[in-house]
């Protein structure tokens, strides 16, 4: 078998201080070798036992070289070296690297059943749920039964079961809203219930409807999340439409509460303020903070808002102060704050009411929206008071949807002043 041998000797002369390369290239065939050693003018000739053997001999002669240039050489030869394995070290860790990714990425027919292109990327015709973006919002089981002769209609809200969580804890603290469309005259709410999402409501809300109406009307029922320094988010919505019912016999069951509709509502705005009640003094605070989305009452899409703090007594109108007018807004700011005298044995016997009036000056103020409190108020009311109640000498701040006119007055009932003890006295005296 051929072989090909490159030797490369390096050899000094240190009488000439010269240096000598000479390049051998033996073509054998055999174990026998023939080595030319050349140095100077001198030559010598060593032969082994060959056979066969040829040798071309190539001698280079440089000049004198310092040491120090010879030691720089070398170094500078091997830093190159290190550099260049370096470069290939880099490269061959990032050409590894890609190719694991594109492993990963790949996508094999493996394991797939069908035998027809459509069946590797069509799903089936009933896991297709075309342009729906529903998102499951929770169940609801609710109640409806008309008694006819009274013509009214009772609607139960009994319980909520996976409700969705509209915030980052996970949890919500839920109630509901219910009233009939297209004549929302009345609006009840029930109790809210901490940190759960499968509330217990178990409460019963009576409209007076009749027959005709019956067939005309639509259940609304609304769950919010409830929030007590901003605005109660909505859950979900159930509407039921009572034509559709079979009134012969009262209905239980159970509906999936669905993205709220916005078009048909009438929004009248919210308000906040804060309570705050001393036993010790008999001394009750209502701070009007400020108030926002105000319904809109004037032709300019605006209006000129105040605020009415009323106190009522078994009914009766007490007391009542205002807040100055905001021009020409539909989000004002108040701030302002009100003090009433008010006994511990009242405080239970007393309705606050706050409305918001727009301002005219050449006609009447039309009222925009109106809540009050007590403890014979509903839902989101009720809670407020009762917080005020339990937190003596503690101001508790809480945002309220405003309701109609309308409808808060028919739920109170108020009844004119009472009359004052002095106007008592006076008329007994003439009389």
Known sequence: MLMLSCFVFVLF?????????SFSIIYFSSID???????????????LNTKQLTSVT??????????????????????????????????????????????????????????????????DVEDVDYGSTKQHRGTLLYSLEHNATKSELSVGIKQANSLKAVDLGRSADPYAKVYLIPDKSKTFETKVFKNTLNPTFNEVFTFQLSKSKLLKSTVVIKVFDFSRFTTHKIIGELRVQLCDINWNHAREEWGDLEEPVKFEEVDFGEICFSLRYVPTTSKLTVVILEAKNLKSMDFGGSSDPYVKVQLALDKRKWKK??????????????????TFDVMFDQIKRVNLVISVWDYDAMTRNDAIGKVFLGCDAPGNQLKHWGDMLSNPRRPVVQWHSLLSAEQVNSTLGLKKKIPLPNAQLFDNHFN
């Open 13 to 21: 002369d240190l009488s000439h201080c010269s240096l000598s390369f």
């Open 33 to 47: 070798y023939r080595c030319r050693f050349e140095t100077g003018s001198e030559r010598s000739l060593m032969t």
């Open 58 to 123: 190539v001698s280079l002669f440089i000049p004198a070289v310092p040491p120090w240039a010879i030691y720089t050489i070398f170094a500078s030869g091997g830093l190159l070296i290190l550099l260049c394995l370096l470069c290939i070290c880099i490269k061959c860790c990032c050409k590894k690297k890609p190719k694991k990714k594109k492993q990963k990425d790949q996508i094999t027919l493996k394991g797939v059943k069908g035998q027809t292109t459509t069946t590797l990327v069509q799903p």
């Open 321 to 338: 102060r205002k807040t100055s007018v905001k021009k020409k807004t539909l989000n004002p700011y108040f701030n302002e704050s009100f």
